[in-house]
């Protein structure tokens, strides 16, 4: 009778072991960014007031996503979520492009075990596979603290390089700077019409908000956002919002968390050297024709 005690500490500690090697997690998180004003730009009067609230709606309906992360003690995959296509949408390649420049498409991989992340992606008609090692945050715990979906979280606070890719960060330019573009564009024939993107502008950083639960510890979260201890819950880098609306642990269903293979394996930084050049050459291209925007989807 005394064995039976040691026995069943025995058992729950292989149970404990058990438990955290087979755990698993999933988290829906809803994504929403600030659009950008388009009104009182340079060189696009032939836009009406009405053009510019209807791109501003499409522009905001594209910035609303959800997306899911799977995770587990050591890796996890973040995905946005599949919907049906309305009629009349552009085609599939215009819009996995636009979705990878607005922060979706693609699967992300993070493995925080190795500190590397994988990531596919379509470009141009491309498809690239992007690895490279997960960014590092100084992040600065904070005390202060708050409640989300029944979690206590708390605040942590960094300062990163802005992405020249995430077009979400885009922003309208300051007045000084505008003038200094204006200065600039009369040397130009004016017979050219000043281009639409002349008008914004990526910032060189962003400050990050995140909040994260200690009580479901793993340095997991959204996007490539990791490092902290306990899941991120919320996100805040810029003009964009990641907010964590469903939690689900230990479902009886595992998810297949693994890392994309598809595509020509590339590194961060040539990524975005790819597709700077190649958004440049669509600009130059695009200038001197009217000064609208390109289309945007519906």
Known sequence: MKKLPYYLLLVLAFSQVQAQKDFQGMAVYESKTQAPKFEGMRGNRDITPEM???MEERMKKMLEKTFILNFNKAASIYKEEEKLEAPGQQGSGMRMMMSSM????GTFYKDVKNKTYTVDKEFMGKEFLVKDSLPKLNWKLES???????YNCYKA???????KTDFRNLRPKKEDDKEVNEKNDKKESTEKKTNFEDNFEIPKEIIVTAWYSPEIPINQG????WGLPGLILEINDGTTTILCSK???NAKEKADIKEPTKGKEISQKEYD?????KMKEFREMNRGRAGGPPPMGR
């Open 52 to 54: 510019q609230k209807n």
């Open 157 to 163: 606070t960094a300062v990163k390089e802005a992405s």
């Open 247 to 249: 939690i689900v642990l």
């Open 273 to 277: 050297e790819t597709v700077v050049k």
């Open 222 to 225: 959204p996007e490539n956002y």
């Open 144 to 150: 202060e603290t708050k409640q989300i979906g029944g």
């Open 102 to 105: 607005m922060g979706g498409g």
